[in-house]
């Protein structure tokens, strides 16, 4: 199951708006796309992202909240295009998408300049670091302190493998 959500940041004094898109099973972020406006554009790119690394599997699931682009017609024919299943939060229950909101505030308070970015590549290099060291370094509770690239490594082996790996770390 994917996700995604929208936030906004200061770049040059400016609002900018960054789309998420995780994977649900181990927490990973594997798309993303930053850019001035907010529109359906910014997740559509988001999400073509995210499924350039995101192996397909039956049924799977893309969940966001109501938001207008979520909602508009490219997003939807997007989703329909890579095979997905759109799912969408009950209105005004934003613990429906609790990982993307955590995400956000993870990337907020731990990582983000305070006043904001200089220039929109200062930006996109933060975020690249930061997506870089949230998938491969920060440990992650829901993963039993692995961060998420380890886990999702871990889940595609052989359990005794796994079991082995695990028992050394």
């Given at each position: ?14 609002w900018h708006y960054l789309a998420i898109v995780m994977n ?116 992650h509770s829901y993963n039993q302190g692995l961060p998420p ?21």
């Open positions: 199951m994917l996700c995604g959500d929208t936030t906004y940041l200061k770049v040059q004094g400016e649900l099973a181990q927490r990973q972020v594997v798309g993303w796309r930053l850019q001035k406006q907010h529109n359906s554009r910014l997740v559509v790119e988001a999400l073509n992202h995210a499924m350039l690394t995101t192996e397909r599997t039956r049924k799977m699931l893309f969940h966001s909240d109501q938001g207008s682009i979520y909602g508009s017609e490219s997003f939807i024919r997007c989703v329909k295009q890579h095979g997905l299943i759109q799912s969408m939060s009950r209105r005004g229950n934003c613990w429906d998408n609790a990982p993307m909101e955590r995400w956000f505030r993870s990337f907020k308070y731990e990582w983000m300049l305070k006043g904001g970015y200089s220039s929109l590549d200062e930006a996109k290099e933060d975020i690249k670091q930061y997506v870089f060291y949230y998938n491969r370094v920060r440990p690239i380890l886990a999702t490594i871990l889940s595609t082996m052989p359990i005794f493998v796994s079991f082995q790996i695990c028992a050394n770390l």
